[in-house]
C-alpha cells in the first residue's frame, strides 16, 4: 500500500543501497551486448559536489540508466584525480591546524607523502558519496585514482615511451610561476582579475642621439631591470631611423636594441613596447624571433636576484617597483604616470599574482601530437555537440604550444628521470633500469639522483579513458570498452582535458578515445549570474537534494539543459519538479484504488478508444523520447516524459478514464485496469533515466512480484498507434482545453455551465460530440454542446476549434459590463507598466551600465507584459458587445 505522502528521504537511500549491493551498476552482465561507455570526469579527490558537478554527473546518469535499459553493456566508469596542489595545500592547512611547527620539507618527502595518503584514505572521496546520493549508477566496484597502483604504472610508461619517442624533453621557457607555492601552474589554475593600477612612462636613451629618447610604458616596472630590447612596428614611420640602433637601459646601463617586430602596435601608446623576454609571454616570442638575450631576474619567491644591479637584490618584487620608480624619477626619465584599471592573472590556490618566470621544466611535443587530434575531429571521427564547439577546439589545437608538465610539487607522479654527476639524464620506468644505463654508457657504476618534480594532474587524466581499461596491459576491458561511446564535460575543460585526451588516446591507442563529446551548459543563478563564493549565490545541490530529492534536483537540471544555452537555476524550478513526483505518485495511488496493478509485461489489446489512444501516446513519447536522447537533446527528452505523464496520463487519462470504474461495465474495468497498468509501467520506465528513485519505489510498490529491478527492465519497443482512436481522443481534449481557456480567461464563475453553440460542423464532427458529449459536458463544465446552423455572436464569447465556430453565450452567467471594465483596467495597468519598461531598455546609459541580469530580467518582464495585453485583448474581443 502506498502511503499518502511522496516522501524522497524515505525512499532514495533505500534503493541506492540496494541497487550498488546487488550489482546493478556493474558491467558485463550482457557480455554479447553492444559496449556502451562513458568515462566520469574524475572529480579532485578534495572535492565537494557543485551544481557543476550535479549537473555533469546528472547527464551522465540519464544517459547511462537509458542505454542499460536499451539492453546495452553499460559502464559508466568512476574515479578521482589526486589533485596535485589542492591535496597538498589541504594536508598542509591540517597539519598547521593541529599545532605542527613542523614544515613539509623539515619533516621529509617520504613522511610527507604517507601523511597524504593518510588523510586520502581517511577524508579523501567525500564527493564520491555526495555521488551517490545523487544516484549516479557507476559502476564503482571499476573505481580508479589518478594515483593508484595501476594508473601510476601506466603513467610512467607513457613518460618513457613519449622521452624515447622524442616527443617529450626539457626545455627552458616561460611558465606561469605562483611564488607562494613555488610551483609552476597550468593555465587553467590562473585567475585574471580586474585591479586599479597605473601606467609607468619611462623614457630610454638613444645612444649617441643626445636629446632623444624612446618612451615605454609598463605596469610592472620591476621588469625593466630585465629588459634586452625595445620593439616598435617595422611600418612606424616615426621610427625608421632609428631601428637598429641601440638604447642605454637606466639603472642597469646596459646597451639593448631597438628592434622592428609587429608585436608593437603604432596605435598603442607611443607605439615602442619594451621587451622582456624572460618575464612576459608575448615578448618571450619577440625574443625568441629576435634572437635576444633573456635575462631572468627574479628568484623561485619572486625577489629580486643576482642578475639584476646589487641595489635591489633581496627586494620583493613590489618593494623593487617603488625604488625603480623613484629611481627613475630621480633621473629625469619617469615620462608620467596614468592610473589604468587592467587585468593581472592571480593564483587560484596561492592567491597571489603570477609571474611568467624563465625557468627549466619538462615539456611535451603537443604540436606534433596535435595534428591527429585535429584530423579526428575534421573527419568526424569525434564529434562535439553542440557543433560550434569544434571551432573553440580547432582554435586552441592549431595555435597549440608545448606542455609544461612538470611541477615543483611533493603529491604527484614522481618524474623518472635519473640525473648522472655531469647532468647526463637516463628516463626509465624504474631507478634499476636508469642505473643500468648509466652503467652502460660510463662503463662504470656511478650515483644518480632521481629529479625532484611531479608531474602536472592532466597528464595523468590525459589517460583516463584508457588507463582506466587497463593499459598497458591488453586486458579484455580494454578490448571491449575502447574507444568510449560518449563523453560529457563542460567548456572550460575543452582544451585541458577533451584535447589531452585526444593527443594521448591516439598517440598510444592508435584511435580516438570516444566517438562523441557532449559539451553542456554552464549553471548560473536565478538571475543569470555566475556562482561565486564572493557573490554569495553559490547554490549548493545537496542542500536542494534534502529538501527537495535527488529526482527533483536531477530532472531540473536535465529539463533545462538545452544546446548552447546555460542554466538558470531558480529554486522554484527543482520544487516543481518534486511536485511533479507527488502528481505522478498520488496517479499510482488511484490507480491501486481502482484495483490497477503494473502489468505482466504484455502489451493489451484495447477495445475502448480511449485505451487505444493512451496507447498510441504512449508509442509517440517512447519514440520521442529515444529520438531526443540518441540527439542529447535533454531539454526536449525531459519535456516530452514529464508533459506525457503530468499532462496526458496524470491529468486527462485518469480523469478520462474515472466514469469506467463508475459504471457496471465488468468486461470495461478489465480492459481498462490492464491498459493504465500497463501504461504505468511504462512511464516509469522511460522516466527511470531522469528519476530513478521514484520509479523504482513505485515499479515494486504497482506490483508485489517483478522479474527485476526496474533499473534493469527493457526500454518500451512499442508500436501500437490507432489514429482513429487518437484523433477522436485529442480532438475532444483540444474542445475541451479551448473552452477551459475561455473560461478563465473571461473569469467565468466555475459553478456556472453554459450552452456551447457549435457553428460549421462536418459529419465527422457531429458524431465526435455526440460520442464524446458526457466527458465533453463534464469536464467543460458545459448544459450541453449542440450543432446549430447559425448563433447571435452578441454578448457570447467565440473561439474556432478546427473547422467549426464555437459560441459560448455568457450574458446570463456574468456581468459582461463589469468583465469588459475588468478587462480594460488590466490592459492600460500593463501597458503602463509596458511602457515603461520600454522607456528604461532604449535608455542606452541603463543598458550599458545596468547589471547584465537586470537588463535581461526587464527584458523578460517587458515580454511577460506584452504576451498578457494580448491575451487579455483577445478575451475583450471575444465578449463581442
Not at 12 to 33: I, L, M, N, V
Not at 190 to 196: A, C, I, K, L, S
Not at 664 to 680: C, F, H, S
Not at 706 to 735: M, Q, S, Y
Amino acid at each position: 500500500m502506498l502511503d499518502k505522502t511522496y516522501s524522497p528521504n524515505d525512499i532514495e537511500t533505500k534503493w541506492y543501497q540496494h541497487w550498488e549491493s546487488t550489482g546493478a551498476f556493474a558491467c558485463g552482465q550482457r557480455p554479447d551486448a553492444e559496449p556502451y561507455v562513458i568515462v566520469m570526469p574524475p572529480p579532485n579527490v578534495t572535492g565537494n559536489l557543485h551544481m557543476g558537478h550535479a549537473l555533469d554527473n546528472s547527464l551522465q546518469d540519464v544517459l547511462t540508466r537509458f542505454e542499460r535499459l536499451r539492453g546495452k553493456d553499460v559502464l559508466w566508469q568512476p574515479g578521482t584525480d589526486h589533485a596535485g596542489i589542492a591535496t597538498q595545500m589541504v594536508v598542509e592547512r591540517q597539519m598547521a591546524a593541529e599545532g605542527s611547527n613542523v614544515s613539509r620539507r623539515e619533516m621529509g618527502r617520504d613522511a610527507f607523502i604517507d601523511r597524504v595518503w593518510q588523510w586520502k584514505e581517511e577524508s579523501g572521496n567525500a564527493i564520491t558519496q555526495q555521488l551517490r546520493r545523487l544516484g549516479a549508477s557507476c559502476d564503482w566496484s571499476r573505481e580508479a585514482f589518478t594515483m593508484d597502483e595501476p594508473r601510476s604504472e601506466a603513467v610512467l610508461k607513457k613518460f618513457v615511451q613519449l622521452y624515447k619517442d622524442g616527443l617529450l624533453y626539457k626545455d627552458k621557457r616561460l611558465v606561469n610561476w605562483d611564488p607562494k607555492l613555488k610551483t609552476a601552474i597550468s593555465d587553467l589554475e590562473v585567475e585574471q582579475r580586474e585591479v586599479d593600477g597605473h601606467f609607468w612612462h619611462f623614457r630610454y636613451p638613444i645612444d649617441g642621439m643626445e636629446g632623444r629618447y624612446m618612451v615605454v610604458a609598463t605596469t610592472r616596472p620591476e621588469t625593466m631591470l630585465g629588459d634586452t630590447a625595445v620593439a616598435v612596428h617595422p611600418s612606424d614611420e616615426r621610427y625608421k631611423d632609428v631601428i637598429g640602433k641601440h638604447v642605454r637601459l637606466p639603472l642597469v646601463d646596459r646597451l639593448i636594441p631597438i628592434v622592428a617586430d609587429e608585436h608593437a602596435d603604432p596605435e598603442q601608446g607611443s607605439g615602442a613596447v619594451k621587451i622582456t623576454p624572460a618575464h612576459d609571454f608575448n615578448d618571450f616570442e619577440v625574443g625568441k624571433r629576435n634572437d635576444l638575450p633573456m635575462i631572468n631576474i627574479f628568484d623561485q619567491d619572486a625577489a629580486i636576484n643576482a642578475n639584476a644591479p646589487e641595489k635591489y637584490r633581496g627586494m620583493d618584487r613590489y618593494e623593487a617597483r617603488k625604488a625603480i620608480v623613484a629611481d627613475i624619477d630621480d633621473l629625469g626619465l619617469l615620462e608620467k604616470v596614468e592610473p589604468r584599471r587592467h587585468m593581472v592573472p592571480y593564483g587560484d590556490r596561492g592567491g597571489v599574482v603570477i609571474e611568467p618566470w624563465l625557468t627549466e621544466q619538462w615539456y611535451v611535443d603537443a604540436e606534433t601530437l596535435a595534428k591527429p587530434a585535429i584530423e579526428a575531429v575534421e573527419t568526424g571521427k569525434t564529434n562535439f555537440i553542440p557543433k560550434n564547439w569544434e571551432k573553440t577546439y580547432f582554435e586552441w589545437m592549431r595555435n597549440i604550444q608545448p606542455w609544461c608538465v612538470s611541477r615543483q610539487l611533493w603529491w604527484g607522479h614522481r618524474i623518472p628521470a635519473w640525473y648522472a654527476p655531469d647532468g647526463t639524464v637516463f628516463v626509465e620506468e624504474t631507478e634499476e633500469l636508469a642505473q643500468a644505463a648509466a652503467t652502460e654508457k660510463f662503463g662504470e657504476n656511478v650515483s644518480l639522483t632521481r629529479d625532484e618534480d611531479v608531474l602536472d594532474t592532466w597528464f595523468s587524466s590525459a589517460m583516463w579513458p584508457y588507463s582506466t581499461m587497463g593499459w598497458p596491459e591488453e586486458t579484455p576491458e580494454l578490448a571491449k570498452y575502447y574507444p568510449n561511446a560518449t563523453l560529457i564535460t563542460g567548456f572550460d575543460i575543452i582544451f585541458f582535458w577533451v584535447a589531452r585526451m585526444m593527443m594521448s588516446g591516439i598517440h598510444f591507442m592508435g584511435e580516438v578515445p570516444f566517438k562523441n563529446v557532449y559539451v553542456h551548459a554552464l549553471v548560473r543563478d536565478a538571475n543569470g549570474q555566475k556562482m561565486s563564493k564572493s557573490k554569495g549565490n553559490v547554490i549548493d545541490p545537496l542542500e536542494h537534494v534534502e529538501k527537495y530529492g535527488a529526482d527533483a534536483l536531477r530532472f531540473t537540471l536535465v529539463a533545462m539543459e538545452a544546446q548552447g544555452r546555460d542554466i538558470k537555476l531558480d529554486e522554484k524550478r527543482i520544487e516543481g519538479y518534486r511536485n511533479f513526483g507527488t502528481k505522478l505518485w498520488n496517479a499510482a495511488r488511484f490507480c491501486e484504488m481502482n484495483g490497477i496493478n503494473g502489468s505482466d509485461g504484455v502489451q493489451p489489446q484495447p477495445n475502448l478508444a480511449v485505451n487505444k489512444w493512451i496507447m498510441s501516446e504512449v508509442t509517440k513519447t517512447a519514440q520521442g523520447l529515444s529520438g531526443a536522447l540518441d540527439a542529447f537533446r535533454f531539454n526536449d527528452s525531459a519535456d516530452t516524459i514529464y508533459h506525457f505523464t503530468w499532462g496526458t496520463f496524470c491529468d486527462w487519462y485518469v480523469e478520462l478514464i474515472k466514469p469506467v470504474f463508475w459504471g457496471d461495465d465488468e468486461d470495461a474495468k478489465t480492459e481498462t485496469r490492464a491498459v493504465a497498468g500497463w501504461v504505468l509501467d511504462q512511464i516509469l520506465v522511460l522516466l527511470h533515466p531522469f528519476m530513478p528513485f521514484i520509479t523504482e519505489e513505485l515499479w515494486h510498490a504497482t506490483r508485489e512480484s517483478r522479474a527485476t529491478d526496474l533499473i534493469l527492465a527493457e526500454w518500451p519497443t512499442i508500436d501500437a498507434v490507432d489514429e482513429t482512436a487518437a484523433g477522436e481522443v485529442n480532438w475532444a481534449i483540444k474542445f475541451i482545453t479551448e473552452i477551459r481557456s475561455i473560461r478563465a480567461e473571461m473569469n467565468v464563475p466555475a459553478g456556472a455551465k453554459a450552452t456551447a453553440l457549435v457553428v460549421g460542423a462536418n459529419d465527422v464532427t457531429k458524431q465526435r460530440l455526440a460520442d464524446w458529449q458526457d466527458m465533453i459536458c463534464r469536464l467543460a463544465r458545459l448544459e450541453k454542446a449542440e450543432c446549430v446552423n447559425a448563433a447571435e455572436s452578441k454578448g457570447a464569447a467565440q473561439l474556432v476549434v478546427d473547422e467549426v465556430t464555437v459560441y459560448l453565450p455568457l450574458a446570463d452567467l456574468m456581468d459582461l459590463d463589469a468583465e469588459k471594465a475588468r478587462l480594460e483596467k488590466n490592459i492600460e495597468k500593463l501597458s503602463k507598466e509596458a511602457d515603461a519598461l520600454k522607456g528604461r531598455l532604449s535608455n542606452e546609459k541603463f543598458v550599458a551600465k545596468a547589471p547584465e541580469h537586470v537588463v535581461a530580467e526587464a527584458k523578460e518582464q517587458l515580454n511577460d507584459h506584452e504576451e498578457q495585453i494580448d491575451k487579455l485583448k483577445e478575451a475583450l474581443k471575444r465578449l463581442a458587445l
